[in-house]
DNA sequence: CGAATTATGTTCGTTTGTGTTCAAAACGAA
DNA sequence: TTCGTTTTGAACACAAACGAACATAATTCG
C-alpha cells in the first residue's frame, strides 16, 4: 500500500541518488525499522534498489519521464538542441531517435504546434507531448532499457509505414573520415531505415563523440543533410568535411 | 448522490492538501464512520485519494513510470493483478493492453523471467523492465495522452507481426448481455486486432465497469477465454454468463 | 398519514501501521 | 582471517483506524 511517506522517499531518493535509512528516519520522523518496512515495499515495485544502508536509485529505465539534471545543465547540448530545432518546419513530420542529445532537441520543440513527431526513443515522449499541440507517434520494437530506446525489426517495420520530412539522429561515434558508428547493430538498422526513409535527415552529436569509438558503421557524414554540433569538427579531415553535409555550429 | 457535506470536505481537502477523518468528523459535526463513508465516495469519483487516516488530494498528471501512486491503494484492481497473472505461464508470450487494470497485472509479474510481453500501454513499460528479466516490446501508434496508450492503425500493423500465447486487455464498461466497450474506436480495434491474434485472451476488468456505458463495442464476453474480476458479475444475465468465457474471481 | 428508503450513529471484531527488542548477517578495519 | 560495529529482518506488542452489521433518525413518496 502506497502511503504519502513512500512518496517523499521517493523524491528524496531521486533528489539525491543515494540516501541512508538513518537519514530518512529523522527527516521523517519515524523509526529506522518502519522506514527499512518501506524501502523493502518500494524495491518490491522497482521504484528503488536497497543496498546496505540505505538505498538508491534503480539502474536503467525508471526515470523514463524524468527531467535529468544532468542534461539541463549540458549546455552544449542544449545549444545543439536550439540550433536544430530551427531547422524544424512547422507543420512538418519529424522522427527523433535515441539518445541524450535528441531528447535536448525534443526539449526546444516543447512550444511548436502543428508537428508530427515520431521517435523510438521513451524518454522523449513525455518531452515531446509536454506541450499538448503536436502530435506524437512511437515506433514499435524491442526495449532497450539501458536508454530507453525502442530498437530491432519492429522498429524498423513500423518507421518504414512513414515517409518524413525531417529525421533527426545522433551516433555514438564520428571518426575522421566522416563515418557514424553505434554499439548496437539493432540500433544501427533503425538509424540506416530512417536515413532511407526520410527527406532530409540531421546528425545531430556534441564534440565528445568525435574522441570516442564503436564497433557498428550506421552510415557516412556524406549521407546526411546536415551536421549540427558545438565545436568545429578539427579532428575532421578538411575533405571529409568539405564533401559532407552542410555544416550547423550551434552559437553559444 | 454529492450531498453538501461534501463539497465542504473537498473545500478542506483541497486547503490542507491533507485532511484526517478525526478532523473532518469534528469541524463538520458528524461521526468518523460517517466521514469515512463520504471519503469512500469521494475517493470513488477520484476527487480525493484516500488514505490511512484520512485523504489527499487526487496525485496531479500522471508522469509515465511515476505514476504508480494512484493504483497501489486500489485493493480490487491489485487482486485482479495478481489472479490474472496467475494465468500467465512461464516463458510465454503476452500482450498488455491500456488501462490502469492491465497496470495492475504488469505489477504483479514484476518477478516473474522469461517472458515476452507487449504491450502498447507506455505506463506499464517502466513497470515490466522493473526485473529486468523479461524482454520488453511495445507496439507502435500514435500516443494518447489523456493514458499514455498506443493507438491507431500503426499500433494494429505493428502487433499483427506477433502471434500472442495470452492476450490480457481492459474494457471501459461492459453491459448486462456481455458486450464489451470503450471510448475510443482506435482502441477498440487494436483490442480487437489482439484478440484474433492471440492464443488465449483475459479480459479484466473491477465491477465498476459493470455500471458504466461507452460508445464503441469492441467484441462480446464471449469472444474472450477468460474474465478476471473482483466480484461475481451479477449484474450479467446468468445466460450470458453460462455461454461465456470462464470466470475468474480475484480471492480476497 | 404510513411505508419505504436513505442517512447517520453505535458497537465491535479485524486489520494496519508503528515501535521495540534481539539474534543473525553484513561490513570494515586491523 | 578475526574482531567490533553497524545494519538487518523477524517477532512481538500496542494503539489507531477500519469496515461490517445493526439500530435509529430523517427523508421521501404513495
Do not use: W
Request: charged share 20%; with cysteine; aromatic share 4%.
Amino acid at each position: 500500500m502506497m502511503i504519502p511517506r513512500h512518496l517523499k522517499i521517493l523524491d528524496l531518493t531521486r533528489r539525491d541518488s543515494k540516501v541512508r535509512v538513518e537519514y530518512l528516519a529523522k527527516a521523517l520522523n519515524v523509526t529506522l525499522q518502519t522506514i527499512r518496512r518501506d524501502l523493502v515495499f518500494l524495491a518490491e515495485q522497482g521504484l528503488i534498489e536497497r543496498v546496505h544502508g540505505g538505498a538508491t536509485l534503480p539502474s536503467g529505465l525508471r526515470n523514463i519521464g524524468y527531467e535529468q539534471r544532468s542534461q539541463l545543465n549540458d549546455t552544449a547540448k542544449s545549444r545543439i538542441g536550439d540550433a536544430c530545432a530551427s531547422e524544424v518546419k512547422n507543420g512538418s513530420t519529424v522522427f527523433l531517435g535515441i539518445g541524450t542529445t535528441c531528447e535536448s532537441v525534443a526539449r526546444a520543440l516543447i512550444h511548436r504546434t502543428g508537428l508530427m513527431v515520431m521517435t523510438n526513443n521513451l524518454n522523449a515522449i513525455p518531452i515531446l507531448s509536454a506541450g499538448g499541440k503536436n502530435t506524437v507517434m512511437v515506433t514499435g520494437g524491442r526495449l532497450r532499457e539501458s536508454d530507453a530506446g525502442l530498437v530491432g525489426p519492429a522498429a524498423v517495420t513500423s518507421l518504414r509505414q512513414f515517409k518524413f520530412d525531417l529525421a533527426i539522429i545522433g551516433c555514438s561515434a564520428l571518426d575522421e573520415n566522416g563515418d557514424l558508428f553505434d554499439y548496437d547493430l539493432d540500433e544501427v538498422m533503425v538509424s540506416q531505415a530512417v536515413i532511407e526513409t526520410s527527406r532530409k535527415t540531421v546528425l545531430v552529436a556534441d564534440n565528445a563523440k568525435f574522441d570516442r569509438t564503436a564497433p557498428a558503421r550506421i552510415a557516412s557524414l556524406s549521407d546526411v543533410s546536415l551536421f549540427c554540433t558545438d565545436e568545429p569538427p578539427h579532428q575532421l579531415h578538411p575533405a571529409t568535411v568539405g564533401a559532407g553535409p552542410n555544416l550547423l555550429i550551434a552559437p553559444k
